[in-house]
């Protein structure tokens, strides 16, 4: 079993940068694919990013270039850095775990993820 914490949101404005963080605890984290997803009010859950337990990474178009997905597995954390941030990235973001691992067939497919964080707010003023 894998517990999923997530912090780090909030608001700013277009243009700025946020990094979320997601605690992971239970299992052995370095085995797990690990992913972040969002939810728009009244929308399906969208994948964002995924990294796999061997470093490899994918995003969903609309983030390329401004959005990294990285590890600190000595910390047992995930992270989302976000750049350059636009009002149409406001959304609830979660982080989630698979195990064993990735593939890019299903990384950015919420569906694909049985743990899941409670989410975290981001907000992006014009």
């Known amino acids: 079993q894998v517990q999923l914490v997530e912090s780090g949101g909030g608001s700013v404005q277009s243009g700025g940068s946020l990094r979320l963080s997601c605690a992971v605890s239970?299992?052995?984290?370095?085995?797990?694919?690990m992913g972040w997803f969002r939810q728009f009010p009244g929308k399906e859950r969208e994948g964002v990013a995924a990294?796999?337990?061997?470093?490899?990474?994918g995003y969903v178009d609309s983030v390329k270039g401004r959005f990294t997905i990285f590890e600190d597995n000595a910390k047992n954390t995930l992270y989302l850095q976000m750049n350059s941030l636009k009002p149409e990235d406001t959304a609830m973001y979660y982080c989630?775990?698979?195990?064993?691992?990735?593939?890019?067939?299903?990384?950015?497919?919420?569906?694909?993820?049985?743990?899941w964080g409670q989410g975290t707010q981001v907000t992006v003023s014009s």
């Open positions: 989630a775990a698979e195990s064993p691992h990735c593939s890019p067939d299903w990384w950015l497919l919420p569906n694909e993820y049985a743990y």
């Open positions: 239970g299992d052995m984290y370095s085995t797990y694919c």
């Open positions: 990294i796999d337990s061997d470093g490899s990474t």
